[in-house]
């Protein structure tokens, strides 16, 4: 299966500003990206899709002026969560996925803690 | 909209038993896939077996294996032979044809299995 990244692997930040997360497909031309969210003992939820090249489509909820996602190449996907607040803390999973591709692969995520 | 639901919250099964995890989902799809992926302590979510809707044999990996009950919309996982690097959270997950937009999974609410030795 495909190999993801995600840097950092856990971030600590202060209220109010913005922090960037990476999800990189290390061996995989990944068409589609995934970004979750989890709440501990949760499931994850999803935010957004995001196809390389094109805007990415927010699940109802999701503000997209807030968690600003980029896709600008088939290996690399970016969350960025802006003016962050300590209700932001959680547990971020990125997946990949190619066109027809029956399966997605997940990264490690990244653990967010905003004071 | 597809809906995915894993009654048992909690499990438990003692090391080498066999152990049954439930998945039941709701679509309207003729055509979909559907997993099982395990959530360890580390958190990484790992792949640990697949199944297409139009095949009607189970799919095994190794330990492994799934009860596919197309006309129930059942998806059971058994794990044989427990071994305590089992102890995970497990969740089972929905997608319609990959050939649809999205390739999106609609995932279960998980079930925390843990093996005792």
């Known amino acids: 299966g495909a190999v993801v990244s995600q840097h950092p692997s856990r971030v600590i930040c202060k209220s109010g500003t913005s922090v960037k997360i990476e999800c990189r497909s290390l061996?995989?031309?990944?068409?589609?990206m995934f970004w979750y969210r989890q709440f501990p003992k949760k499931s994850l939820m999803l935010m957004a899709t995001?196809?390389?090249?094109?805007?990415?489509?927010?699940e109802q909820g999701v503000e997209k002026d807030k968690f600003l996602i980029n896709h600008a190449s088939l290996t690399l996907s970016t969350l960025t969560v802006t003016s962050a607040h300590p209700e932001d803390s959680s547990f971020y999973i990125c997946?990949?996925?190619?066109?027809?591709?029956?399966?997605?692969?997940f990264g490690p995520g990244t653990r967010l803690l905003v004071l | 909209a597809q809906t995915v639901t894993q009654s048992q919250p909690e499990m438990s099964v003692q090391e080498a038993e066999t152990v049954t995890l439930s998945c039941t989902y709701d679509?309207?799809?003729?055509?979909?896939?559907l997993f099982w992926y395990k959530q360890p302590p580390s958190r990484q979510m790992i792949l640990v077996i697949r199944?297409?809707?139009?095949?009607?044999q189970n799919a095994t990996e190794n330990r492994f294996s799934v009860n596919f009950q197309k006309a129930a919309k059942s998806f059971s996982l058994k794990i044989s032979d427990s071994q305590l690097g089992d102890t995970a959270m497990y969740f089972c997950?929905?997608?319609?044809?990959?050939?649809?937009?999205?390739?999106?999974?609609?995932f279960g609410t998980g079930t925390s299995l843990t093996v005792i030795p």
């Open positions: 061996d995989f031309q990944a068409t589609t």
């Open positions: 679509t309207s799809e003729s055509n979909y896939y």
């Open positions: 995001s196809n390389e090249g094109s805007k990415a489509t927010y």
């Open positions: 997946s990949v996925s190619g066109t027809g591709y029956e399966t997605q692969y």
């Open positions: 199944q297409e809707a139009y095949k009607q």
């Open positions: 997950a929905f997608m319609k044809s990959p050939w649809n937009t999205g390739n999106q999974f609609y």
